[in-house]
C-alpha cells in the first residue's frame, strides 16, 4: 500500500516563501513520476509540476519562475519550494505518485496567501 503525507501548508503574505513537502512510504518502484497539483475553492483541480525519477521537471505557466519542484529518491520526499507567492495561489496542495499506471495522491495540505 502506497502512502503519502504532505506537511508544510499554511499562512503566508503575498511575496512570501513556502514549501511544502510530500513523503511517500510503502511498495514504490521506479520508475516514477511525482507531481503537486493544487485545487482552489470553486475550481477544478490543476496541474502545478512534475518531476521524473531522474529529475526532469515541468511546470504550469502560471507559477514558472517562482515555484520549483524537486525529489530525493532516498527519502521517498518530493517537496514544492514557493516564491514570490500571489493571492491566487491559494489552495489546497495535493501530492501525487504516478508509477505504473497507476495514480496515488495524497490528502493535501492548505496554502493561503494574503494580500
Known amino acids: 500500500q502506497v502512502v503519502l503525507v504532505e506537511s508544510g501548508g499554511g499562512l503566508v503574505q503575498a511575496g512570501g516563501s513556502l514549501r511544502v513537502s510530500c513523503a511517500a512510504s510503502?511498495?514504490?518502484?521506479?520508475?516514477?513520476?511525482m507531481a503537486w497539483y493544487r485545487q482552489a475553492p470553486g475550481k477544478q483541480r490543476e496541474l502545478v509540476a512534475t518531476?521524473?525519477?531522474?529529475?526532469?521537471?515541468n511546470y504550469a505557466d502560471s507559477v514558472k519562475g517562482r515555484f520549483t519542484i524537486t525529489r530525493d529518491n532516498g527519502m521517498r520526499t518530493v517537496y514544492l519550494q514557493m516564491n514570490n507567492l500571489k493571492p491566487d495561489d491559494t489552495a489546497v496542495y495535493y501530492c501525487?505518485?504516478?508509477?505504473?499506471?497507476?495514480?496515488?495522491w495524497g490528502q493535501g495540505t492548505q496554502v493561503t496567501v494574503s494580500s
Open positions: 501525487n505518485l504516478n508509477m505504473r499506471g497507476r495514480e496515488y
Open positions: 518531476i521524473t525519477f531522474i529529475g526532469g521537471t
Open positions: 510503502g511498495i514504490i518502484f521506479n520508475p516514477n513520476t
